[in-house]
């Protein structure tokens, strides 16, 4: 233990002794409607910020959770009551919106198709003998339901390609199974390899191939996931490789520098790493894809436009060459091409 306190001790000083990197204001995201609340935000695949709000009121519903007896809290699959909410979309000051009416999904993610339909996925799933959570949702622009399907339980990252295919990547219980899933009676979970592909339909159309033969590892927490174009990025538990997935081919990167990843913005064979575990928690690692080594090449801490700490809670997303970083509205950025980090 002591030992373990003089590390982080000298990491703590390390990281503060970092160069420090501003990122740049890009815009603010407001709700739908004066009176609502931000429930949560995304960022599409042409760089716009996708928010959901809903009313005060609905808010409670839309974070459900069951406590078990004397032990701990978990989040529900679906709302405890169906809620009015509105998906805005935000390009360069610009804001589209759709009302959507009942929406029963508790936790959810929102993503926007190329179509202009809207895409709702919640965190979790319980599997049933009568049936599995129907935890995805499609949207037409008008607010109608369009596809309701399961996409399996443990969701961290959801992400829409420009060519309308959906990535999911999974943490630790969708891969091994929880909420009914991967029992002696039950199916394996849907999110066993760790990073699935869906058609724009919702049907899994590619799956990662964890095998222990492959090079990189199989996945047991999808940490980190970007998708550019239609090209998917991601670094993930155990090892934390970065892995690229291009037409269906996974390439991969061997990563000692970064552990903890929670996000990646890459450009050419340069890949930038941010957060981390501890004190790493706002670090900016840049590294040089080397045959199938990741190699350093600066490290900084990221701060706000006015040099204040970048506060923990801070959502980061990477999509191609740019980190968005939304905090309580306020949306910021960071593009790989910038000088400063040339």
């Known amino acids: 233990m002591r030992d373990w306190r003089k590390r982080e001790k000298k990491r703590r000083a390390e990281v503060a002794a970092l160069p420090e990197m501003a990122v740049r ?6 709700a739908g409607d004066a009176d609502d ?27 459900a959770t069951t406590t078990q007896p004397g032990w701990a809290s978990f989040p529900d699959p679906r709302a405890s009551e169906a809620v009015t909410v509105r ?38 799933c319980r599997w049933r ?7 995805a949702i499609i949207y037409d622009g008008d607010g109608r339901v369009v596809a309701e399907k399961t996409v399996g339980d443990g969701i961290e ?36 390899p760790g990073l699935v592909r869906f058609s724009p339909d919702l049907e899994p159309d590619w799956r990662y191939p964890s095998h222990v033969d492959e090079p990189w590892g199989a996945i047991s927490d999808c940490y980190a996931l970007n998708v550019d174009g239609d090209t998917a990025w991601a670094c993930y538990y155990t090892g934390f490789p970065v892995v690229r997935i291009q037409a269906g081919t996974v390439t991969g990167w061997h990563n000692s520098i970064a ?62 060459p ?20 040339q």
């Open 322 to 341: 740019d980190l968005h970083l939304i905090d309580d509205g306020n949306w910021y950025r960071l593009d790989l091409d910038d000088q400063r980090l």
């Open 129 to 135: 003998p009568g049936g599995p959570d129907r935890n």
């Open 87 to 124: 998906v805005t979309v935000h390009r360069e000051g610009v804001a589209t919106s759709v009302r959507i009416s009942d929406l029963p999904l508790a936790h959810p993610t929102v993503q926007v198709l190329p179509d202009g339909r809207v895409l709702v996925v919640a965190a979790r």
């Open 157 to 192: 990252h959801v992400r829409v390609s420009r060519s309308g295919h959906i990535w999911m990547g999974y943490f630790d219980e969708g891969v091994y199974g929880n909420y009914g899933w991967g029992g002696p009676e039950s199916p394996p979970p849907l999110g066993a």
């Open 259 to 320: 552990r903890g990843v929670r996000a990646l913005a890459v450009a050419d064979q340069t890949i930038a790493m941010y957060g981390g575990y501890g004190p790493n928690h706002d670090v900016l690692v840049i590294a040089r894809c080397d045959q199938d080594q990741l190699h350093k090449v600066a490290e900084y801490r990221l701060v706000l436009p006015d040099g204040s700490p970048m506060p923990e809670a801070t959502q980061v997303t990477g999509r191609g």
């Open 25 to 30: 204001r890009h815009g603010v995201i407001t």
């Open 37 to 63: 609340v931000l429930v949560t935000t995304s960022v599409g695949p042409n760089g716009e910020a996708i928010a959901l709000s809903t009313s005060p009121e609905g808010v409670a519903a839309l974070t």
